[in-house]
Structure formats: structure tokens, C-alpha cells
């Protein structure tokens, strides 16, 4: 009974999730559900469409970046351009379909303000400062400012409580020795 289960479970894991699932019950595309919706999409951004339509209703995204366009049955993986351009998709028997409108990427997060509340230089360099718990600072070091050459130092803990990050790192090595300090999303 078990050797029967295994091929199942592996077939089963190799299945993905489809990010749109597209139908074809009349004249119209259903896609998640909805009659011949308008798809807003990031432009860069890859989306899978798992096809399952009438063989006399190809799905085909008029865009290029679409991979295994124009199928009744299978899926189609489109990334969307980059420039600021709207596609449709369309039957290509029949010409019915809707809009694809595509919209730029959301900005990256912006670091929050970092302020130094504590500096030692032992065996350790350790480095306290304000922050959050999703960004990490990133010490680096020089020892000559008329060159850009900076290097990362190893941190060995970053630790957050109650508002403050506690960087340490091993001492680097150099005299004279500038310290600058850049931060990170976790």
C-alpha cells in the first residue's frame, strides 16, 4: 500500500500554483473567476497563466514576454515589459478578451534614519545605534580617505532591543583606521 502513495506524493510536489487560471465556459474568458476582467500587472514582473480554455478559444496575450502564448490547454509564463505600456489579450479565433494594464514596480523601502549612540574599539569594534528590527547596519573600513577602497567588516552579532542595534565585529586591522557605516534590509 505505501509503494502505491510515493508516486502520487511526488507528483503532487511538483505541482505549482498558477497565478491567474483561465476558462473559457461561452464566449468570454473567465479568469479567477471573473468574465473577461481588466489585469493590472507590475511591469518586470513574471506571471504564469494556466490555461484550460475550448479548443476554439486560444488564449493569446498580444504583449511581448509572454512564453508558450496562444494555447488552449497549458501555461503561459509572461513577464511584463519594463517600458509603460497597456496590452490586451485576446481569442485569436475570435477576437473577444480584455486589458492588461501594467504599472511601474513599488519603490524600494527607504532606510530609516541611523543614528550613532555608542562607539568602542577594544578587540572588538561594537557600534550601538537606533534603528528598526527589519534593516541591519553594515560597518566597512578604510585606511586611507584619498582612495575609495572600503571593506566590509565580519560582523559576529547584530543584535535588536528596545530600539537599539548592537553591531560587533572583529577589530580591523590599519592606522590610521576610518569607520563608516551603511545599513541594510534584513
Known sequence: MVARLLPLVAFQSRLVAADFTVTSPGYYFLINSQSNP???????????????????HPFEIESPGATNNNISHGTITYTVPTNAANYGYICSIHGFGGMINTVAPPPPPVPP??????F?????????????????VIPQF??????TNWYALTVQTNRYANGTN?????????DPLYIRVNSQLK
Open 113 to 118: 534614519t541611523v543614528k550613532i549612540v555608542g
Open 120 to 136: 568602542s574599539l577594544t578587540t572588538n569594534l561594537t557600534i550601538r545605534s537606533t534603528g528598526t528590527s527589519t534593516w541591519s
Open 166 to 174: 548592537e553591531t560587533i565585529c572583529g577589530r580591523p586591522g590599519g
Open 142 to 147: 578604510s585606511t586611507n580617505l584619498a582612495t
Open 38 to 56: 481588466t489585469l493590472t500587472l507590475v511591469r518586470g514582473k513574471t506571471y504564469t497563466f494556466a490555461v484550460s480554455t475550448s479548443s476554439i
